[in-house]
């Protein structure tokens, strides 16, 4: 069964930082692999989207890296500010002849949270 | 992008009775939606894959007699949670799933709060 683990769970820093949030699978049959932010109440924003083809996909502050043959991904979030404080969720879909073909499998969440 | 809508964003019911979610789908056509249930502080539980005009595939553990769910249209799909009890209170989020240039995205809805007192 796919696993998906997002590290670390929690995240606190002060204005202006860089940021790493880690993301790692189990499954190497990936079709592509979501980034989301949650606000406390609301639905999901994507933020950015990989294919399995890809090797990274940049939007602005937010660059988000793939890496299928050690089954982990990142996303980085330069010069970190308080609007950023969110809950940021990776997802794995699954390509056809894997466990996870056809849904998205959701990793914990990385809540994070920016100090003025 | 791609919006997806829901009614209503929050309900309360008494326990005992039946609430209806709707999931729209308003500048594209879905054929798969599906529908999460999310408790505080977790990630996101899928329920089920609903494909348009045929019947909703559940995950394990999930009540598909609880938990109705139709697909109608290409735009639409309802959640109805039957006979309701206070610990099928929680936030249920629609997402629905495009296929534009050979590539799947999906796109959420904001959510339903579901309170059953």
């Known amino acids: 069964k796919q696993e998906v683990t997002q590290i670390p769970a929690a995240l606190s820093v002060p204005e202006g930082e860089n940021l790493v949030l880690n993301c790692s699978f189990t499954?190497?049959?990936?079709?592509?692999l979501q980034w989301f932010r949650q606000d406390p109440g609301k639905g999901l924003t994507s933020l950015l989207l990989?294919?399995?083809?890809?090797r990274e996909q940049t939007s602005g502050r937010l660059n988000a890296s793939l890496d299928k043959s050690s089954g982990r991904s990142t996303l980085y979030i330069a010069a970190s500010q308080p609007g950023d404080s969110a809950t940021y969720l990776c997802?794995?879909?699954?390509?056809?002849?894997?466990?996870?073909?056809?849904?998205?499998?959701f990793g914990q969440g990385t809540i994070l949270t920016v100090h003025p | 992008g791609a919006v997806v809508s829901q009614h209503p964003s929050r309900v309360i019911c008494k326990s005992g009775t039946s609430v209806k979610i709707e999931c729209r789908s308003l500048?594209?056509?879905?054929?798969?939606m599906f529908w999460y249930r999310q408790f505080p502080k977790k990630s996101l539980m899928l329920m089920a894959t609903?494909?348009?005009?045929?019947?909703?595939?559940?995950e394990q553990g999930v009540e598909k007699d609880k938990f109705l769910i139709n697909h109608a249209s290409l735009t639409l799909s309802t959640l109805t949670v039957t006979s309701a009890h206070p610990e099928d209170s929680s936030f249920y989020i629609c997402?629905?799933?495009?296929?534009?240039?050979?590539?799947?995205?999906?796109?959420f809805g904001p959510g339903t709060r579901l309170t059953v007192t």
């Open positions: 997402s629905a799933r495009t296929l534009a240039g050979g590539i799947y995205e999906q796109y």
């Open positions: 499954d190497s049959a990936i079709y592509n």
């Open positions: 990989i294919q399995s083809s890809q």
């Open positions: 997802a794995f879909f699954g390509r056809a002849g894997g466990t996870s073909y056809g849904k998205l499998t």
């Open positions: 500048d594209f056509q879905a054929t798969t």
């Open positions: 609903s494909n348009e005009g045929s019947k909703a595939t559940y």
